[in-house]
């Protein structure tokens, strides 16, 4: 998954005020421990970060 995919799905589900929000402060232990930007700064891959995203904030399917 592209970057630019991956954020249009952020935006897209937790609007464009808040996407970069979560991304930024919100820290889960399925990314050890990491924020969205400071796993993908440390090189997971967009889709692996997406994934995790969805099973933590419970991302209907057809949203995924």
Do not use: I, S
């Not at 995919?5 to 990314?31: I, N, Q, S």
């Not at 090189?43 to 933590?56: I, L, M, Y």
Request: aromatic share 10%; proline share 3%.
């Amino acid at each position: 998954m592209r970057l630019t995919v991956f954020w249009e799905r952020m935006t897209d589900h937790f609007g464009p005020g808040y996407a970069d929000t979560f991304a930024r402060d919100h820290v889960m232990t399925e990314l050890g421990g990491r924020t969205v930007h400071e796993a993908l700064d440390a090189g997971w891959d967009a889709k692996d970060v997406w994934r995790v995203v969805c099973t933590v904030m419970n991302v209907p399917r057809e949203q995924r």
